[in-house]
Each structure stands twice: as C-alpha cells, then as structure tokens.
C-alpha cells in the first residue's frame, strides 16, 4: 500500500494552470497557480474548492446554475459562454472552452496519463452483468489496493470522465463500467480511459432498437478490444457464443471465465440458500479450488463472480483475497434485491433487462426453495426494436418450462409473455395484465399471501420499484394455513 497523504494533499491535485493546457482552453480570470480541490457538474455537490464545469445538457444548461455553484464554494467555472464570466465578482478562476462536455472527457483523458505509471485501470463492458461485475471486481481488489470505482452505472461519456478525475495520489486500481448505445461509444469511452485490462462478460439482445441485431451489439462491444494497447489482457466468457469471435479480435492474452465450457476460472457444486450463493471456485491458472460464498441470492451472479476473480487475477490477486472480497460484496440496488413484506418474499430486479437477464433472473427464482407459490411481474423490456415482441414471447415461452405460478404483464409488449406462456387459456386464473404500478400492486394485494415469491423485473423506464414501495405497509392476502374459516 502506498503512505498516506493527509485530506488537504489528496485533495488539491490539480491547478488552473493544468487544466487550461488539459482542455485547450483560456484562462478569462484568476491565477494558473491556484489548485482545485475535486470536479464537479451538479451545483448541489459541489464541495469547498471545486472546479464547477458548466455541461450543456438536452435539458439543462450547466450555466444557469454557475452562481450557485460558487455560492456553494467552487473555486472556479469552466464555462463556454463568456456572459457569464462578466458577472462574477468575486477572486475565482473562469476558464473558457469551446465545448465543456469535450473538456470534461479531455481533462479526464489527461489525468488519467498522469496516473498511468501508478494505477492500472480495469474496464468492463457487456450485455448483462456488467454493473455487477464492476462492484464485485471493486470488493476483491479492494482487499489489497486502495481502489475506485464507477459509481452505480455511471458509464457514458459524462460517468466516466468524473470517475477518473477521482483518481488520486493514493489510488492504486481503479475499475470503470462502459456502456453504449450507438457505434462508436465505447471507443470513445476506451481511449479517454485507456484501460489496462478489459472484460466483455457477454453478448446479448439489449439496445436492438438502436444495433438492429445481436452482431451489430457484439461489433460495438468489441470497440473496447480494437480500443486496447497490444499486449493488455482481456477476459472473456468461454460459454458465450461470441467468445471464439472475441477472442480473434484480442490484441493480448485472454483469461476465460465459464461453467460449463472448459475455463481458467470455473464454478462447480453451485448452491443457493438462505439468501446467499456458495459455490467452488477452480482458479486454474492460481492452482487453487475453494469454496466462496455471496452473501445474496441469485444463481446467475456466479457468471459476474468468476468474471470478477478472473479480473483481479491479473492484479496480483489471489484466491483468498477473491474469497474474502466475495464474502463482504454487495449487490448494487434493484439487482436481485430481497426483501421481505407481510411474510411475501420480494425480489426487486427492476433496474434494467432483456430476455437473457430476465430469463437468467426466472431461472434462479425458481431455484428458491419457497412454501407458497411464484408470482412474476413482468415489465416490458424495452429498447429492442422490431424484436421487441419476439423477445417478449420467448420470455413467455422460456416460462412454460418453469414453476411459475402467476404472472403479471405491465405495460403494452408484456402480455405477449402471457399469450406465449398461457397460449389459450384466457381465463385469467393464472395470470393478469395491467396498465400501472397502481394496477399491479393492486392484484398483487389479491394474489400474493405469506409464504408466496414475487419477481419484479423489467425495463429501467417502468419504474417497477415503486411496486415495492406500494407493497409496503399493505396487509396482503392470508394463507389458507392462518384463515380463520
């Protein structure tokens, strides 16, 4: 571990001076040799000393809020209308640029150079897990290295850029999540970040609305390995059917991760119970099996796990800090999130999906061991194109095979998830379509009884998670058992 600095060191790391050379821009007031504390782009957050950098949004102008920010304590404004320079009166910085959104990624481009020699940085993309893959990556090198991580799912062309300009002189790793909706995204995200090590956890049907077709989803994600230098490892999923593909575009060696292919890091006697997961972990190329365990539910989090140990192997890490970086990781919220209301189980997976992860979510839901029945309430997944209602009854198709006892369709694409799971039965007794949360919480108040498990999952922009929030203090149906007849 590297000494410690005290806060007022760690802090004021970069000048004025450095950030006009790192941003091509102007110094309009101030002096080159006053430092800045920390960045920021939301007034609300803006600490002591902080340099506010004015972004033009689609619906907010980062201006307007410039003489709060000050208010607030900023030592300066990146701005790029001068308008507003002329009405600061007090002994603080304005720096001009011609776009503050290009200066934000082009200071965070050059901070990140001056940390290269200190701090390898770890970049994660993916169709599904790759949030999870980023938090748990953080758990274990956290054990060992003073680590930064993207925060939530922080992953585009603003996220990124501030999750680098946390690095500071303590920083020892770092592991930064990608995201993409168009072509060319995630390259832009790799050369302002430059990572050291790169993972695709997988392939899969999410944003086809805007890619058309899974090729075109594996074309973007491969932006980060065509983005990497020559000889920086990459792992990758041996049991994706793009892995042969992938591994082809590789610039470096490749470090697999899988169950069922043959991998170096692999996962067998998976056992999940008492809202946790434990399975062996076979970290081949550390000659090493051992149990580890998760303290939360959900069979699929195995994949994101061994992707994760896979990572943290090419740090220095070893098995029984990957155990123990397991053991204390958590779940970032609405992923596979448990809870318990009048004696129902709730499992809140609402942040996002697409038919694998909604599919990989039902799979691991019904290996729970419950008294009562399975209830699914199915959002619609959204972003996908003219495949949208394909993908809904695949969904619907994938549930016939399964123990599910009710589900719940919201929104206008789901209830092709009851046709192709209940085909003519248009009776209702085992299922239920409804156009709000309001609906749904509702039916769920009839359905629902102690003893009973409810899925909820769907699209970010359903809002599913004020289901949860509508189920709490209702007084759900008695089971029979506690009816009093």
Not at 150 to 157: A, L, P, R, Y
């Amino acid at each position: 571990m590297k000494p410690q600095m005290n806060a007022d060191e760690r802090r004021h790391y970069l000048s004025v001076r450095e950030v006009v050379e790192a941003v091509n821009g102007k110094l309009v007031k101030g002096r080159g040799d006053d430092r800045f504390a920390g960045i920021a782009i939301d007034s609300r957050a803006v600490c002591d000393d902080d340099l506010f950098i004015a972004i033009v949004g689609r619906r907010l102008d980062g201006h307007v809020f410039v003489p709060e920010a000050l208010a607030r304590g900023a030592a300066g404004a990146l701005v790029t209308r001068l308008e507003f320079a002329d009405c600061i009166d007090r002994d603080v910085a304005v720096i001009f640029a011609d776009d503050t959104t290009k200066a934000l990624q082009n200071l965070a481009k050059w901070h990140r150079r001056r940390a290269m020699s200190r701090c390898p940085i770890i970049a994660v993309t993916g169709s599904n897990g790759k949030t999870t893959t980023k938090d748990l990556t953080w758990s274990i090198l956290s054990t060992k290295y003073e680590t930064v991580r993207s925060e939530g799912s922080k992953n585009n062309h603003i996220g990124l850029p501030l999750t680098l300009l946390r690095l500071d002189q303590n920083t020892e790793a770092a592991v930064v999540e990608l995201g993409t909706s168009a072509f060319g995204e995630i390259g832009d995200l790799v050369s302002i970040c430059s990572p050291d090590i790169g993972c695709i956890t997988n392939i899969g049907p999410a944003h086809l609305e805007f890619f058309g077709n899974i090729a075109n989803v594996a074309q973007a994600k491969a932006e980060l390995l065509e983005g990497m230098r020559d000889g920086a490892p990459v792992v990758l999923n041996a049991d994706d059917e793009w892995f042969e593909w992938l591994r082809g575009r590789a610039k470096g060696p490749v470090v697999t991760f899988g169950v069922y292919r043959p991998a170096d890091f692999m996962a067998e006697d998976v056992r999940v119970e008492n809202g946790s997961v434990t399975f062996r972990l076979i970290a081949n190329p550390l000659g090493s099996r051992r149990y580890v365990r998760m303290p939360f539910a959900g069979a699929h989090n195995v994949y994101n796990a061994l992707a994760a140990a896979a990572i943290a192997s090419q740090v220095g890490i070893g098995t029984s800090e990957i155990k123990e970086g397991l053991a204390k990781a958590t779940l970032p919220a609405m992923r596979y999130e448990i809870s318990t209301i009048s004696g129902v189980t709730v499992i809140n997976d609402a942040y996002n999906a697409n038919p694998v992860s909604t599919m990989s979510a039902l799979s691991s839901f019904c290996e729970m061991s419950i008294s009562g029945k399975r209830i699914f309430v199915c959002g619609d997944m959204l972003e996908l194109g003219d495949y949208g209602r394909q993908a809904h009854r695949q969904v619907g198709q994938f549930i016939r095979s399964q123990p599910i006892d009710y589900v719940i369709a919201l929104g206008s694409l789901s209830p092709e998830v009851v046709k192709a799971a209940f085909g003519d039965d248009l009776r209702g007794e085992r299922w239920a379509c409804c156009g709000s949360v309001e609906e749904v919480v509702s039916v769920l108040k009839e359905v629902a009884a102690p003893g009973d498990a409810v899925l909820i999952k769907g699209s970010r922009a359903n809002g599913m998670e004020r289901i949860v929030d509508g189920l709490k203090g209702l007084a759900l149906m008695p089971s029979l058992e506690d009816a009093k007849i």
